[in-house]
C-alpha cells in the first residue's frame, strides 16, 4: 500500500484547500522543494502533485516549481501530477522533465479522444483523475458535477489503457472525515487496473481499514491535511501499511 504525500501548488507554494475552494487555502510551506524532500526522508515512495493554478485555468500554471522538484527529488521517488494538462505536448514536455506519471482529470471527461491519444503516446504513464460526489463525477476544480457515473467511467479508460484511477471522494476532501472505502473498493472491484484513494484521510484506522481491501485493487491513498495537520504521522502510518501488506 502506497502512502503517497499530496503537494497542492497555489502560486509556487504548498498549500491545502477544503473541498476544492482556492479561497479555503491554508499555506503549510513556501518552499515546495524542501516539503518534497521532507516526505520522501519520512518514506514515501511517490509524490502526488497538483497545479491547482493550472487546475483552474486549464493549463499550467506551476510549472517552474514543479520542475525544481522533479529535478532534486525525480530520480529518488516516482512523481505524479495532476491540474490543467490538456494536451500532448505538456504531458511530452513533464514526462521529459523526469515526471512519471500524468494525471488527467477533467480533460478527460470532455475530450476522451485525447486521453485515448494521450494512453496511445504515453503508454504506462497516464493516470485518471476521477472526482466524484455520491457517485457522479465532478469537473473543472470540482465546480461542475456531472451526470457521469464513477463506475461507467472507470470502465471506459480502462479500456482506452491508463494506468490506474484515482478515486476522491470530493465531499470527504481536506475535512479530514474519514476515506470512503466503501466507494472506493466498489469502483476498485469493478476494475482491473489499480485505484488510488484520495480524501478525507485523517487517521491510522483509515490506513488500516485500506489495507483491509488492499486485495480489492487498491494500490495506494493520497496522504493531504492529515500528515499537514499532525493529525496523521506519515513515517508511522507508512510503517504500519508495510506491517499489514509487506
Not at 497516464?126 to 465546480?143: C, E, M, Y
Not at 457521469?148 to 475535512?175: N, P, Q
Not at 487517521?203 to 493520497?222: K, T
Request: one cysteine or more; charged letters at 25%.
Amino acid at each position: 500500500m502506497l502512502l503517497i504525500p499530496a503537494i497542492d501548488l497555489k502560486d509556487g507554494h504548498c498549500v491545502r484547500l477544503k473541498q476544492g475552494d482556492m479561497d479555503q487555502a491554508t499555506t503549510f510551506g513556501e518552499d515546495p522543494v524542501v516539503m518534497a524532500s521532507k516526505w520522501i526522508e519520512q518514506g514515501a515512495r511517490r509524490l502526488h502533485l497538483v497545479d491547482l493554478n493550472g487546475a483552474f485555468a486549464g493549463h499550467p500554471q506551476n510549472e517552474k516549481a514543479i520542475r525544481r522538484i522533479l529535478k532534486e527529488v525525480g530520480s529518488a521517488v516516482d512523481v505524479q501530477l495532476g491540474g490543467g494538462i490538456r494536451d500532448l505536448d505538456t504531458i511530452e514536455r513533464y514526462l521529459d522533465a523526469g515526471l512519471r506519471y500524468v494525471i488527467i482529470g477533467t480533460a478527460a471527461i470532455r475530450n476522451p479522444g485525447f486521453l485515448q491519444d494521450a494512453c496511445t503516446a504515453f503508454g504506462g504513464h497516464i493516470i485518471v483523475g476521477l472526482d466524484a460526489r455520491d457517485g457522479k463525477v465532478a469537473t473543472d476544480g470540482w465546480s461542475k458535477l456531472t451526470r457521469h457515473d464513477v463506475v461507467d467511467l472507470g470502465k471506459k479508460f480502462e479500456d482506452f489503457g491508463v494506468e490506474s484511477i484515482i478515486y476522491t471522494d470530493i465531499g470527504r476532501d481536506g475535512m479530514l472525515t474519514g476515506i470512503n472505502v466503501d466507494a472506493t473498493v466498489k469502483l476498485a472491484q469493478a476494475l482491473t487496473i489499480p485505484v488510488i484513494a484520495s480524501g478525507g484521510l485523517s487517521s491510522m484506522a483509515d490506513i488500516e481499514a485500506l489495507c483491509a481491501v488492499e486485495d480489492e485493487g487498491i494500490e495506494g491513498v493520497i496522504c493531504g491535511r492529515a500528515i499537514y495537520s499532525g493529525d496523521l504521522d506519515f513515517a508511522a502510518a507508512q510503517e504500519r501499511a508495510d506491517e499489514l501488506n509487506g
